[in-house]
Each structure stands twice: as C-alpha cells, then as structure tokens.
C-alpha cells in the first residue's frame, strides 16, 4: 500500500477472483465457465465491430436492448446492460442500500456481495443458511432491509421456487430485493415474470455462463423504469461506455442463436446429473444443485486436500476457506469427456489416499 491510499480504502479486502493461470494447460473446472465457445456467428460480428473501434459505443446500447427485449419479453426501458454482471451490483448496492436500508445476504453466497458493499461502506448482515445449505425464506420476509440473494445459490447450487422469492419481494415493498440469476438458464426458475407486478424487485443476469462470454463482460439488470433509471445514473456517473461495441455486437450474435446456447444448458444439465452420481458413487455428499456446478465433500479426504492433489493431476477446482464450508469444493461442470476425466482422477486419489478401498 502506498502512503498516498485514502483513509477510506485502506481496510478494503478486494475480491478473490478463482485462479485463471497461465502456465500450464489445466482442466479448468473452477470458475464456472461454459465448456462450449460462442459460435463464429459472434466471433465475426466482433470482428466487423473492431474495425470500428475508433468509434465509442453506443452509451444507451439500443439495438442489443431491443434484441434482450424480444428474447427476454420485456420493455427495453426496464433493461439495463452492465460491463458483466457484477457491474450492475456494484450499481444496485450503491443505488439502493445505505445506513436506513442495509444489505442483507445469506452467510454463503457469491463473494462479491460483502466487497461491493464494503467498497461502498454499505452495512450489510449475513444470515445463516439453514444446516442444509438451503436459504430460510421466513429469514427475509418483512425483514425490511436491501435483500440480494443469488438464485440458484453460489457457491451451493440450490434454488428457491419463485414463490418463495415472491414472497420475499412482497413483504419488503420498501426496500429492493435483488435476484442475481448468472446460474438460473441450468435449471433454475427466473423472477422475471414478477417485475411487472413488484416495483421493488430487480433481476440480474449474465452472458458470463449459459451464454459462453465470460471474457467478453456483458451483463444486464431488469425492473421497472424507475429502478433501471436509477441504475442509470450511476452509470452514466461512472462509465457510459461501459459496454464496448465489440462486446454489445457480438452479445446481438449470441442473443441471435439462442437455442445453440439453450441446448448447451440443457447438455451441462445432463452432465451435471451424470457427475453428481458419480461422486455420490464414490462416497460424496452432493447439494442438490440447478447451476452449472456441483458442491461436494467428502470424509475421506479434506476439501483443501482433494483441491490441491487435484491440481498437481492438472485439474483445477474451486476451494473455499470460510470455515463452514472449507471441506467443500465446487466443480464446474464441462463436457461429458471433461467430468469422465475429473471422476477418474479423484477416483484415483481416493485409491491412493485410502490404501485401495475407495474403489469398492
Ligand atoms: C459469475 C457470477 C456473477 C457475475 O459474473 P459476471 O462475469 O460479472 O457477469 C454474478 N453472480 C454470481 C453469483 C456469479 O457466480
């Protein structure tokens, strides 16, 4: 740290992102993102757009917005599209939590939630999941505060029905409740049929993971008019041009080949089932998961353990060291060749941790 940082920012504990290392070639299956690539349909309306790029972006993004619009049944006014999701909650927590409406947030969850809030000195509280990882819905009705929660869960993979999430949003019309939807295209059930009824409910979501452009950074959040407009000051307050014209004209291409994506969720769906036996076979305890990913333990080996012998094979999941959950990993779901080669591999190293009885 230098002695030139502000007072303000010096307690700040930055975001750990998942390792993205260069060195060697890994069987990446511990950020969660989509095995497919985007088709060349995206690649070459990226292309034509670079060609362009002395030119700024569109700040109001319109035609990718009219595009959202057809695909996602919703007023283009209620869309709002951020530099990756995580963008639009840095934007919501700052517009809508504060001192009179704290953040509220269950204890495991996406990691982000507590950074944004303490970059922006936002209180926020944790509340417990239940013992089995679930979210206590009567935790949130009428709690009275700025409520986010990740549905389906990260890094869990379990889901509420959108009942429960009504629930939530009805009993708090004064505050806003925010539904971060980056795993719902894997199973989950999206909020966004309630927006037109709730004008304290904002959905947010992500072409990072079902949409195979993570290292694109397109994101977008979703309610009504007076919310998005909001959002919109903020944004324009921050970086107008935050959505780059590369980046806008190949999430159109995306956007444009919908079902090749939507195909894909379902084959990551069926390959999820496929590794969730096949861990349960090895004698893992697996959370019901509708994300693309799996969140798993064992007795017979420790979470940090099972991580790092992993990795020495050449194959990278995400470990967590938060206490409640440091004897879990999470395992992005890849291709069916990827998971066959991920089960071999720990079946291996619980033959050799285990003296030839992980097998049986
Ligand atoms: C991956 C992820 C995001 C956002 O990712 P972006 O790449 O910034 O769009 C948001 N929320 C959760 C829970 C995530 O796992």
């Keep these: 740290m230098s002695r030139y940082f502000t007072e303000k920012y010096k307690e700040l504990t930055p975001y750990t992102p998942g390792e993205q290392p260069q060195d060697k070639k890994y069987l990446k299956l511990n950020t969660n993102e989509s095995p497919f690539p985007p088709t060349t349909r995206a690649a070459e309306a990226a292309y034509s757009e670079t060609l362009k790029a002395e030119l700024y972006s569109d700040p109001e993004c319109v035609s990718l917005r009219n595009k959202m619009s057809e695909v996602f049944n919703q007023d283009p006014e209620r869309i709002v599209m951020v530099n990756g999701s995580d963008e639009a909650l840095n ?3 700052m517009a809508f939590a504060d001192e009179k409406s704290p953040l509220v947030f269950p204890d495991i969850t996406y990691g982000f939630y507590p950074v944004f ?4 000195h936002i209180p926020y509280e944790e509340i417990p999941l239940k013992e089995d990882f679930s979210i206590d819905v009567e935790d949130y009705v009428g709690i009275g505060k700025t409520i ?3 549905n389906p869960n990260a890094p869990t993979g379990i889901c509420l029905p959108i009942a429960d999430i009504e629930k939530i949003v009805k009993s708090n019309p004064d505050n806003v409740v925010i539904i971060d939807e980056a795993y719902v295209d894997f199973g989950g059930e999206s909020a966004l049929p309630l927006v037109d009824k709730y004008e304290n409910l904002l959905v947010v979501g ?3 993971k079902s949409r195979s452009m993570a290292g694109a950074r397109l994101g977008f959040a979703i309610g009504q008019e007076k919310l998005t407009a909001d959002l919109n000051t903020l944004r324009y307050s921050t970086n107008p041009y935050n959505v780059n014209r590369i980046t806008a004209a190949a999430g159109i291409a995306v956007l444009d080949e919908n079902d090749y994506y939507v195909n894909n969720c379902k084959t990551i769906a069926e390959n999820r089932e496929w590794t969730a036996n096949a ?4 004698g893992f305890r697996v959370l019901v ?3 693309n990913f799996l969140f798993a333990e064992s007795d017979k080996i420790s979470g940090e353990d099972l991580y790092i012998k992993l990795k020495e094979r050449g194959v990278l999941i995400r470990h967590f060291t938060k206490e409640r959950i440091k004897n879990f990993n999470r395992i992005t779901i890849g291709t069916r060749e990827q998971m066959e080669k991920f089960i071999n591999t720990v079946s291996d190293i619980l033959r050799e941790t285990d003296g030839g009885n992980a097998a049986d």
Excluded: G, M, P
């Excluded at 809030?117 to 922006?120: D, G, I, T």
């Excluded at 861990?279 to 090895?282: A, E, I, V």
């Design 91 to 93: 934007f919501a927590f």
């Design 117 to 120: 809030a303490e970059l922006n």
């Design 148 to 150: 986010v929660i990740a």
């Design 206 to 208: 992500t072409f990072s």
């Design 279 to 282: 861990l349960k076979n090895l």
């Design 289 to 291: 998961s509708k994300a």
